[in-house]
């Protein structure tokens, strides 16, 4: 038994059995690194192919049939328009291309009117809104920042996009 002992330890006293442990010792830690940065990109993949099957039926779009101009991508991270439908914590706007898009109020999120800060409740119907947040992965958008722009205010015309010169 003490000859067994004495193997072992001389074993472990080498140089070489040091150097065998800390590239098994790297590897390993290489390998917990990977692993986290699958278990991240499956995570992200995972919230991206949620949203995307739920693209066309949260954005009221049909397939060949496009709504939006010439790209046929709406404006997923926010809304301008005119609130339609307030069931709390959710409201419906009508977004200036005739579309309505689900608004998520969260805890965090600012409600302004002019300068002041207002709650959801105060929100009521045919208010003009522009609303700033980020798509959730039911094709909502989670509301960061709610303002409700003042009565006889012109709604803002959507961005220009210069047609395309034909190559010759």
């Known amino acids: 038994m003490k000859k067994i002992y004495e193997d072992i330890k001389n074993v472990f006293e080498s140089k070489i059995a ?4 800390c590239v098994l010792g790297v590897i390993i830690v290489s390998l917990l690194i990977f692993s986290a940065g699958v278990t991240v990109g499956f995570h992200k993949a995972s919230f ?5 099957d739920n ?6 779009m049909r397939p060949n049939h496009p709504m939006f101009g010439q790209d046929n991508f709406p404006n997923a991270n926010g809304a301008i328009g005119k609130i339609i439908k307030i069931t709390l914590p959710t409201i419906i706007v009508q977004d200036k291309d005739n579309t309505e898009k689900v608004v998520l109020i969260k805890d965090d999120t600012k409600i302004q009117k002019m300068m002041s800060i207002i ?5 009521a119907t045919d208010d003009f809104v522009v609303i700033i947040g980020s798509p959730n992965d039911q094709g909502q ?5 709610i303002r409700i722009m003042p009565a006889g205010m012109p ?11 034909p190559i010759q």
Not at 48 to 52: S, V
Not at 55 to 60: A, D, K, L, S, W
Not at 119 to 123: G, M, T
């Open 48 to 52: 991206g192919r949620a949203w995307g």
């Open 55 to 60: 693209y066309e039926h949260n954005f009221g």
């Open 155 to 165: 709604a803002p015309l959507p961005p220009q996009v210069p047609a395309p010169t």
């Open 18 to 21: 040091f150097r065998i442990l």
């Open 119 to 123: 709650k959801p409740s105060d929100l």
């Open 141 to 145: 958008i989670e509301a960061k920042l």
